[in-house]
């Protein structure tokens, strides 16, 4: 299927001599792909599941073609991004949905300005909260910024939309958004490849009116972004992105993305429309398929966004009645939802299965250093303002914490907004990791000290984003690609920021933690923590010596199961009623907080 804007494109784009090849892929992979083969320059990012792997696959690219770099947050990559686009390189942008949130004050002025060379957003939502703090539908921004949209159903199209969306960029004047979802992002299927495009750099524009977003600039932009929203609409009406296959006239489906596929799956034989752009609408196609069909359908997975457009337009169609606004889409659920509007009969064949999976709730890991700021903070019975990243996971039992936990970076301004209002007899505490910091920590930590606010902040330093899978950022001394860079000094950064209360501590040292905690929420002012121990799985897991429990010793008083370590279990020995304790040597890492909380000196290292 071509997709490409135009037809020279059609003839070159991603073809220069290379025989053509199938590779398996995921949908993260295929974007970075896509991405180089269209003759992308720049790209920057800051890691975020769903959408982490994509500018990591792309720094695998060779440095000549692509510089490809993690930013210190979604804001400072989309200026990366859009000062490159203004230099004449095509470039890319990568983040998850609340990423966007971020980003938006940068791309909402952007699409006014328009692009030099190519300028591409991907965003990854995440339906089902598989690792996010929302379910937020990111379709709703490019309507709010008048941004095309551009959804992939599967790794092939995520590929192909990607390298289109460059075109269509230039050819527009407009950044655009690829958006993909979890399940597209890490399902794997095969991916045909071309070569590199290796489109030449374009001249920086001197042209102030238009680049320059003062009020009178952005009253001619206005105009600019309605008249491109019906040529856009008009492309959409007659392109391959909008696709339709014929079937049975009385149900037709219009659907996109992931949902595409399921309904391919569910209802073979339907007439279905489906859309590659799902902002804006190819409305004219859209009201001659209704004509189509006895009874229409939309299928999209989370906000009827399409479903309302299509109402806005005076056709009927039929949606959430039927299809959830909440989690991800399978076919199952597709299934269901077409049994429920009377389309299919209900399987009374099917088998009744009673399965039950026990659920399993994340933990931190075996000798995780957050562990000890969280024990050391419940021990003074502080109020905690938590914050975005593994040690959320503080909030629930045996450590039980977090009191709150908001978005990336809210922690600090939490926190001063319960000293601010008072009434509160317990320290006030905020808790936020290093690249967290980086990211969005920074401001609010002047803020408490502009404004003389009685706060401890605990940074929790594990030298890396470890939440993400372990990216580099600013403070660890190198960058995407794993070359040395300058590293920034937390305790010298907060000090130039006006803090007077700095301290740094190991992590693994619980009797030294508690007590510089205990000073640290008795000073009067903004005193900083900083919780010094490395993430015990990067680079690779650490260990120390592997710890036992000398079972006769053991009084099961489980002040070792307060840790919450994974690698601490019951035993089948029972003292006074209650389980003994034992520990899995192959999941030890030998941290020695276990040793530490023992009353009986029960826990020891394994003699060698």
Known sequence: MNYQSNADSAKSAGKTGSKNNNRPMTGNEA????????????????????????????????????????STNEKVACDVAIGASFAGARAMTSMKHVGMNVASDAFMSKTYIGVNAGLVLIVCDDPGIHSSQNEQDSRYYSRLSMMPTLEPSDAQEALDFTKLAFDLSEQFDTPVMVRGTTRLSHTRSA?????????????FVENPDKNVMIP????????????????????????DLTRLEKGSSKIGVITLSTAYTYVKEVLPEANVLKLGCSYPLPDETIKKFADSVDRLFIVEELEPIIEKE?????????????????GEFSPESVRDSFVQAGVLEAEEDAADWDVYAPPRPPVLCAGCPHISSYMSLRGLDARVAGDIGCYTLAAVKPLSSIDTCVAMGSSIGNAIGMAKAGGQVRPIVATIGDSTMLHSGIPPLIDAVYNNVNITVVLL??????????????ATGKNLAGEETHRVDFAALFEA??????????????????QTFREATEFKGVSVVISDRPCVLDPVK?????????????????????LGCPA?????????????????AEACIGCSMCAQVCSTNSIVSVPK
């Open 310 to 326: 299509i109402l806005a337009m005076g056709i009927k169609v039929e949606g959430k009645e039927f299809f959830s606004r909440m």
């Open 568 to 584: 601490i279990g019951w035993s089948d020995e029972w003292y006074d009623g209650h389980h003994k304790v034992e520990i899995n």
């Open 542 to 562: 650490i260990r120390g010596e592997t710890m036992m429990v000398r079972s006769e010793n053991c009084t099961a008083c489980q002040s070792c199961m307060n």
């Open 31 to 70: 974007i970075a792909r896509g991405a180089w083969e269209a003759g992308v320059r720049v790209g920057a990012a800051y890691p975020g599941t769903p959408s982490t792997e994509i500018m990591e696959n792309l720094a695998t690219y060779p440095v000549e073609d692509v510089k490809a770099q993690w």
């Open 497 to 514: 920021i006006g803090v007077q209360w700095v301290k740094q501590v190991d992590s693994y040292d619980l009797g030294a933690m508690l």
């Open 191 to 203: 991916v045909q490849v071309n070569e590199r495009n290796d489109v030449p750099m374009r001249e």
């Open 216 to 239: 009178s600039n952005a009253r001619t932009g206005h105009p600019r972004l309605i008249k491109r929203e019906e040529a856009l609409q008009e492309f959409l009406n007659s392109s």
């Open 461 to 474: 330093d594990n030298h890396i984003t470890a939440m993400t899978g372990g990216q580099n950022h600013a």
